[in-house]
């Protein structure tokens, strides 16, 4: 048989030239295999049984996809296998079975794996490779029942299904649908899995909704892009050997951030790329304890907007919860799981609208070790804590609070370029691009993604030089000026680099400039 490769898996990323080279995407042959052939109906009470010969019988033949169309499907837990696309189409609704009263009760309820009181993931795969989740559908958990019995007996319900989950596979993709409501985490890259990505998601979930991760990883090489993630717990949690993770263009609504930990060992290589927060519990929240760590390592977060966050940089190895001050806890023997975080990196942020600056606290025994604030703005209500901390470095960056000063603890720390007073910059003196649009007035651009449409006004206390790049790295605007200077008129709409240099530093951020 003829192997084409289908555009419904492989189109949809030739949209994006960020894509990380290194994680390979999964390909099919152009054979097909539609639930319905196999006995699946939207009247059905379960259709597990129909799907999974679909899945299996496609993998028998070497590989395709597996079409659920249009309607809502019942269905209890799927096993996935090698070679396989399993892709929900236009007005598809794939729904796990009900919760019920537990452990398959009454009949035609979610079953549990032969084991009281656990159960399955919805969909699931152990080392397989080669396989996909796409469409534009949808995969309702119908989580509401999960959650209120886990609430009445939290110690009973503790492992709820994940909705996708995949453990030891590689080469995975889950694109394009919609997932919600799930009785715990939604999506997981599991241990030992490798290259992985999700892309085009959208995820919901109940703020109040318990444990409901949008997407979890606890393996490497994995891309994350263009998802809007609101849920009840971590919108990304990024967990134990997550290394060269990337992810890019991410809108995060309620939950509680873009996260690491609070399984942090070797956790390395991360980047967080031009991502927006919009009233989540955190924004950059990395999180551990002793016995859970070791080895988190370069770690970034870029062109970040966080707006009315609670917690928007939170760095700690204490979790859940601090000690009562910095001197009421004793240094512990270093071992290979204490917590060891350095180089760490926020750089180009502008944060509004927070109750507090931020926390970067570690401990007695192993202080957390260069953390670098490049062009970060934040305007909060009260200051930052830096407890336990060495290397803490503010270039270009300030913290303008209403109550109290804007360093408010320095138990043992080293930090350096920024007043704790004012907090305002002692490394440069700031930088700040203003936008303006058709009315002429300025609309607070300061860096991407917040776009300007005519020109941008560049202004700054004494001369200074800039010069306009494309993201393909061509010199396309360059000049000085002497305090402002109007920029970017003759620029056509995209996304623009920005490099400033002034009489006491420099700056470089990204800009875009919209219809």
């Known amino acids: ?9 492989l189109g949809f990323f030739s949209l994006f030239t960020t894509v990380n080279a290194a994680v390979p995407l999964p390909v099919f042959p152009n054979t097909t295999f539609k639930i319905t ?33 249009s309607g809502t499907f019942l269905s209890a837990p799927l096993t996935m296998e090698s070679n396989v696309n399993l892709q929900l189409n236009a007005g598809a609704v794939l729904t796990a079975l009900p919760y019920g009263n537990g452990n398959g009760s009454p009949t035609g309820s979610y079953p549990n794996n032969g084991t009281a009181n656990t159960y399955s993931n919805f969909i699931y795969g152990k080392n397989v490779t080669n396989i996909a989740v796409t469409g534009t559908g949808t995969i309702e958990g119908q989580g509401s029942a999960w959650w209120a019995a886990f609430k009445a007996s939290p110690t009973v319900l503790t492992k709820r299904p994940c909705l996708i989950r995949f453990d030891a596979c590689s080469t995975v993709a889950v694109t394009g649908i919609s997932l919600q ?14 290259n992985s990505t999700a892309a085009n998601l959208t995820i919901n979930a109940p703020s109040t909704s318990p444990n409901t991760d949008g997407i979890d990883t606890w393996s490497p090489n994995i891309n994350i892009f263009h998802c809007t993630i609101a849920c009840g717990d971590d919108n990304i949690a990024m967990d134990s050997e997550s290394q060269n993770v990337t992810i890019k263009h991410c809108t995060f609504g309620t939950g509680h951030g873009c996260s690491v930990g609070s399984f942090t060992t070797n956790v390395t290589n991360i980047l967080v790329d031009s991502c927006t927060f919009n009233g989540t519990t955190s924004g950059m929240r990395l999180k551990t304890e002793r016995g859970r760590g070791g080895n988190e390592n370069h770690i970034t977060y870029s062109n970040i907007t966080m707006t009315g966050v609670t917690n928007p940089i939170f760095i700690s190895s204490y979790y859940p919860s601090f000690p009562a001050t910095p001197t009421a806890d004793t240094a512990q023997a270093i071992i290979s799981t204490t917590p060891a975080w350095q180089n760490i990196i926020l750089k180009n942020a502008v944060i509004t609208g927070s109750p507090n600056a931020g926390t970067i606290w570690g401990l007695p025994e192993q202080s957390i070790v260069n953390v670098t604030f490049d062009n970060v703005q934040i305007s909060a209500t009260k200051g930052m804590k830096v ?29 350096s370029g920024i007043d704790f007073t004012t907090g305002k910059s002692t490394s440069c003196i700031p930088i700040i691009i203003t936008g303006l649009g058709p009315d002429n007035l300025s609309n607070g651009l300061l860096v991407y993604p917040n776009p300007f449409r005519e020109s941008v006004r560049i202004s700054s206390i004494g001369d200074f ?14 000049g000085q000026g002497s305090d402002q200077a109007l920029v970017g008129s003759f620029l056509r709409p995209g996304i623009y680099v920005v490099k400033i240099q002034g009489t006491s530093g420099s700056s470089t951020s990204k800009i875009c400039k919209s219809e």
């Open 387 to 415: 407890n336990n901390a060495s290397g803490v470095k503010f270039n270009c960056s300030s913290i303008s609070v209403t109550s109290g000063n804007a360093i408010t603890s320095t138990y043992n720390a080293g930090i």
């Open 181 to 194: 409501n799930s009785p715990g985490v939604h999506l997981t890259f599991g241990q030992r899995s490798i």
């Open 465 to 478: 030089r800039y010069i306009i790049y494309g993201l393909d790295g061509r010199e396309l605007e360059s």
């Open 37 to 69: 052939n196999y006995g699946a109906s939207t009247s059905a009470s379960d259709n597990s049984t129909a799907i999974q010969n679909a899945i299996n019988a496609c993998n028998a033949a070497g590989g395709g996809t597996v079409i659920i169309p």
């Open 1 to 9: 048989m003829k192997t084409i490769f289908r555009l419904s898996v």
